[in-house]
């Protein structure tokens, strides 16, 4: 009987995958909130385009024919969320290449405003309700702080569409005041979400491109067909 259900789970996956247009929709939200200083946000847009060249994510993106829907956004208060890189589909080296330079030329668009995490991943459901058709969605929030304006995580989850959407999170663990000594539990509690949903930990902004390295890596190499049923969750 589950050896039935295996094969029709994998069956269902490879129709949905060869019907889409890609195999993965995945959106990355980089925080710029006041709590972000100026060097700090040169070491995350810098360790997120060393990340996409590094040659493991390479091979991962490229690893079968299907491409990745890349798209990538800057988020601090209510109502400042920034799209650096809209949708773009990575067909191949080139484009990847072409996607990373166009977070090298960015810049920051706003540096003192809140954390307003719900409204952050608000906006990151409507940028995937226009995204590619893709087999499966995933928003990446990057962050080094807990919510402290608005609506939190399980506001935004229950107001607008992540049906389908895995929301994994990279905590940067450089807080140094009172009351951010639980980031990591908070991520975990309150904006991981979905079956395989993960966490990366980064010491540090000087550890971030490792951290997003390695997220990168696990999040765009296909699944193995009839595997994710099985597998049990697991949080880096």
């Not at 952050?120 to 893709?134: Q, T």
Request: net charge negative; with cysteine.
């Amino acid at each position: 009987m589950v050896r039935a259900a295996l094969l029709a789970g994998a069956l269902n996956l490879a129709a949905g995958a060869a019907e889409a247009e890609c195999r993965l929709a995945l959106v990355l939200a980089l925080d710029v909130s006041s709590s972000v200083d100026a060097a700090e946000d040169r070491l995350q847009r810098g360790g997120l385009v060393a990340a996409l060249t590094a040659p493991e994510v390479v091979a991962a993106f490229f690893a079968n024919e299907s491409p990745v829907a890349l798209a990538v956004y800057e988020w601090s208060g209510r109502y400042n969320q920034e799209i650096l890189l809209d949708w773009m589909l990575i067909h191949g080296p080139a484009d990847l290449v072409a996607a990373a330079e166009v977070i090298a030329r960015s810049t920051r668009s706003h540096n003192d405003f809140p954390t307003a995490m719900g409204y952050a991943l608000g906006f990151g459901a409507g940028l995937l309700e226009r995204a590619p058709s893709c087999a499966q969605k995933t928003l990446d929030m990057a962050g080094d702080g807990q919510n402290n304006e608005g609506f939190g995580p399980k506001h935004a989850y229950a107001e607008f569409p992540f049906d389908g959407v895995t929301v994994n999170g990279l905590v940067v663990n450089a807080a140094d005041f009172e009351g951010e000594t639980g980031l990591i539990s908070y991520y975990r509690r309150e904006v991981l979400r979905g079956p395989g949903a993960f966490l990366e930990i980064a010491n540090g902004f000087e550890d971030y491109e490792r951290a997003m390295r390695r997220k990168l890596e696990r999040e765009v190499t296909p699944p193995v067909i009839g595997m994710d049923a099985v597998r049990p969750r697991s949080e880096g």
